[in-house]
């Protein structure tokens, strides 16, 4: 790799390696120490091409569910089998890897700077921002920026918007995939909420077994099926159809929303 060579986004891609692997140093044992993580799926990350793959995924924390996916997707890549054992995989991390994150967020601290240079595309939120309900409209180049990352690599994205369960997915998504006909890879994360605070960064609770299951790639029609249909088809593909909340006892579902409203985030 050249000294100086960068990816589209003008990121030293020497200096985003780096950034990879001391953040995978630093955060390893928190998906296989203080907490476990239990993987399935890893032989569909190895099948997958380089490029226009878009992983779509609820959400649970701010950071460390994309934390773990960077973990889980460079480990199946080297050649683990459903597991992050041997930290040795990120040596040679997937440097085209990205993922799409409020821009806001990202500017709150030398931190989340540091997080953003590893790999996010900020877009900024249509629907909130500051804390506050907004309507705006969306911004064309952050569009064209998801679009520059598919083109390069793999993108994840959190189509819901925010770590509420059972949130309505943002239509946004389904116009990315029609207008750029990405794979989609669905990714269905649990224990993540109970693990760590809402951004993600501070271990609330250890013993925690968390869970991360990569799907097969969705069959979608670009051409002709509907935007609501494709969100429709994330929506079951990623569990958070509104239809899932039938199964789930009244009681549980207050506890979630009851556990959100004390899990603000704070920089």
């Known amino acids: 790799m050249g000294l100086f060579k960068k990816n589209p ?25 203080f907490n476990t993580i239990e993987i399935e799926g890893s032989d569909i990350i190895r ?28 480990a199946s890549l080297s050649g683990r089998e459903d597991s992050i054992k041997n930290l040795g995989y990120i040596w040679q991390p997937k440097l085209n890897m990205y993922y799409v994150a409020a821009a806001e967020t990202m500017k709150k601290s030398l931190l989340t700077k540091i997080l953003a240079y590893a790999g996010s595309i900020s877009v900024e ?21 998801i679009g520059t990352a ?32 990405p794979i989609v890879v669905p990714v269905v994360i649990d224990g993540f909420r109970r693990s760590f605070d809402k951004k993600g960064l501070r271990i609330k609770k250890k013993g925690i077994l968390q869970s991360m299951v990569i799907k097969e790639p969705l069959e979608i029609d670009y051409d002709n099926e509907s935007f609501d ?4 088809k994330l929506e079951y593909a990623i569990e958070q159809h509104p239809s899932f909340l039938k199964v789930i006892p009244k009681s549980e579902l207050m506890a979630y929303e009851e556990e959100n409203k004390k899990r603000k985030f704070r920089v």
């Open 47 to 74: 099948k997958l091409p380089p490029q226009n793959v878009l992983f779509v995924s609820n959400h649970q924390t701010y950071f460390a569910d994309v934390v773990a996916m960077f973990h889980v997707f460079n």
């Open 150 to 181: 598919l083109n390069d690599g793999w993108v994840i994205t959190f189509p819901q918007g925010t770590t509420t369960p059972w949130k309505p997915l943002r239509k946004g998504t389904s116009h990315i995939i029609k207008k750029y006909k």
């Open 9 to 33: 986004f003008g990121h030293n891609l020497l200096l985003k390696k780096w950034l990879i692997r001391l953040l995978a140093v630093i955060t390893h044992k928190r998906y296989r120490g």
């Open 125 to 145: 939120r249509t629907w909130r921002s500051e804390g506050k309900d907004v309507n705006r409209k969306v911004k064309f180049s952050d569009i064209s920026n």
């Open 229 to 232: 249909s494709i969100i429709e």
